[in-house]
């Protein structure tokens, strides 16, 4: 959480502020714009320049959540601008799609969220040529709003956004302060994946694992499929979806097509950012038999592993972890032609 306005001015209102109206919850985000009203070209834009990549708050991605998604809808834009160029207008330069803390947690208090996209990181997209500039004006234009914190939800804590703004704040004799913290999984793609994978998971558990993978194996050849273009990732994500409605996450209620807004929402998004070679759809066979399937977004140098679907009827050969391994193999054989270096991946479950 950043705390953004004067401690002392805090404490005079806070009483006030907590009394529970619903009109006073519902003010904070009251001058920001919509999400959808940004420029979608400002926005990639800038998504190709931030200082540290999150595939939740793409355009394609973070559009389509606010488009359809249940309960996810009509975000807000906290948005921060560049001074006027002399050879044009001002450019986007940080942006974090935010929702009130009513909204977010029904506590009546004025301050800002950032808004959840339906994955597990809502790191804000700052410029890496002015970031401290970007935080900067996303508080400013928070505090402009209503205010009195901006709660940064699902952001790493040695990132580079959330040092910029820490190194921001300092600038006003002020701090970020740590509500909660817990660790995530992530998987530094620039290693060998064998050498990874027997680090990881020790050689009795890969050696019981390629027992289930020859086990499987006997019902066709076992091979990793991946569809990352425009005419083969909505199609791959149908098998996709069709393997997440078939096993528990339909018994929960959770199955993306149980819902009509969210099947709408990533049948957009899949389709959007396939555009962009930005979405992977990853299957894998036995035969011509689809077992598992996952959604993977890619941002710079990061692939984000979104949602995993599986034929529960092949359930003793463990194939969510099968496609796993295939994928961690997959992205630390990848180097991308846009970007010289290899990518340091953060999978995210």
Same mark, same amino acid.
Request: with cysteine; net charge positive; charged share 25%.
């Given at each position: ?7 002392? +001015?805090?404490? #005079? +209102?806070?009483? #006030? ?7 006073? $919850? ?45 309960? #996810? ?60 500039? $970007? ?121 993306? +097509? ?10 957009? $998004? ?27 977004? #890619? ?33 630390? $054989? ?16």
């Amino acid at each position: 959480m950043a705390e953004i306005a004067n401690p002392a +001015t805090v404490a #005079r +209102t806070s009483r #006030r502020d907590a009394a529970p109206k619903h009109s006073q $919850a519902k003010a904070s985000p009251g001058a920001l714009a919509p999400l959808a009203s940004v420029a979608v070209e400002g926005w990639r834009a800038l998504a190709d320049r931030a200082i540290e990549p999150n595939g939740y708050y793409l355009p394609g991605w973070a559009l389509a959540i606010d488009a359809s998604a249940r309960g #996810r809808t009509n975000m807000s834009a906290l948005g921060a601008w560049s001074d006027a160029a002399e050879s044009g207008a001002a450019r986007l330069i940080g942006l974090m799609p935010a929702v009130s803390l009513w909204r977010a947690y029904k506590i009546p208090l004025p301050a800002l969220v950032s808004a959840d996209p339906y994955g597990t990181l809502c790191t804000p997209l700052l410029d890496r040529e002015m970031p401290d500039q $970007a935080a900067g004006r996303l508080m400013s234009q928070a505090r402009d709003a209503g205010a009195h914190a901006l709660i940064l939800r699902d952001v790493a804590l040695d990132g580079a956004v959330m040092k910029t703004f820490a190194r921001v704040l300092e600038q006003d004799g002020l701090r970020p302060r740590v509500l909660q913290s817990h660790a995530r999984a992530c998987l530094d793609a620039t290693r060998d994946a064998d050498e990874l994978l027997r680090d990881a998971l020790g050689a009795k558990k890969l050696k019981e694992l390629r027992r289930q993978r020859h086990r499987l194996a006997e019902h066709g050849e076992v091979r990793l499929e991946v569809a990352r273009t425009p005419n083969d990732a909505p199609r791959a994500l149908e098998t996709f979806l069709a393997l997440e409605a078939s096993g528990w996450k339909a018994q929960r209620g959770t199955a993306l +097509t149980q819902d009509d807004g969210d099947a709408a929402f990533i049948r957009r $998004a899949v389709s959007a950012l396939a555009e962009s070679r930005q979405c992977e759809i990853v299957t894998l066979r036995a035969g011509a038999t689809p077992v598992a399937a996952a959604i993977v977004l #890619r941002h710079l140098d990061r692939a984000f592993y979104f949602k995993l679907g599986v034929d529960e009827r092949f359930a003793k050969f463990s194939p969510g972890v099968q496609l796993t391994l295939d994928v961690t193999r997959h992205l630390c $054989a990848d180097q991308p032609l846009p970007w010289p270096t290899r990518w340091r991946l953060r999978i995210i479950r």
